[in-house]
């Protein structure tokens, strides 16, 4: 017997979309499943593959449908509830659009220490834009001074910019919502950086 997931709604152009999807893989995959990819945290995201018996565990929610079968992993399920898959269909083919409002869990509370407040703040806002550029940011510590102290990785890892990133973007964006927050530093060796989105001069 699968898990339930209370009021989760798939809706007919979502389901449309999934049994034309089905159709194109010749009826080979068992069915279509959604998982939670790093659940309750600001990076979560929801995502959606076709699975063959033999990855069935037998444990997951089943959402029997004309075409196919949706399969909700059972780890992942508490944090579908209440969610909506829907597909905006456009000229161009459509886009699916998956709102659910467990899946990144909540924001800390405000009395939450301001070392987790910053982890939070970095998660959900400054490293999904770091990510066009391939970098990323991480929270080394708070100093007892009050300091963010952040390595870079990935394309911010040496690269040339990092200082105006640091200060225009990452900085300006912590300050802005932690005034608590005296400022940042950077703990990062950028000397040893591998592939750098802009490559310092030597």
């Not at 004309?66 to 269909?89: M, Q």
């Amino acid at each position: 017997m699968g898990v339930i997931v209370s009021d989760f709604e798939l809706t007919p152009a979502a389901a449309r979309h999934f049994a034309r999807l089905m159709s194109s893989q010749g009826g080979d995959a068992a069915g279509i499943a959604l998982r939670a990819v790093d659940p309750g945290s600001p990076a979560a995201d929801a995502r959606l593959l076709f699975c063959d018996d033999d990855e069935l565990t037998g444990g997951e929610w089943r959402l029997q449908c004309e075409g196919f079968t949706l399969f909700v992993d059972a780890a992942s399920a508490p944090f579908f509830e209440g969610a909506r898959i829907d597909f905006i269909e456009s000229g161009s083919g459509g886009q699916l659009n998956i709102r659910a409002p467990r899946l990144k869990g909540q924001p800390p509370a405000a009395d939450a220490g301001l070392d987790a407040q910053v982890r939070y703040l970095i998660e959900s806002e400054i490293n999904p834009r770091l990510a066009a550029h391939g970098g990323r940011v991480s929270l080394e510590e708070i100093t007892a001074d009050g300091y963010a102290r952040l390595r870079f990785g990935g394309g911010c890892h040496g690269c040339s910019m990092v200082d105006v990133t640091l200060k225009n973007g990452v900085e300006k964006t912590l300050l802005d919502k932690l005034p608590q927050l005296r400022g940042v530093r950077d703990a990062t060796d950028h000397d040893s950086g591998a592939q750098p989105y802009y490559r310092r001069d030597r």
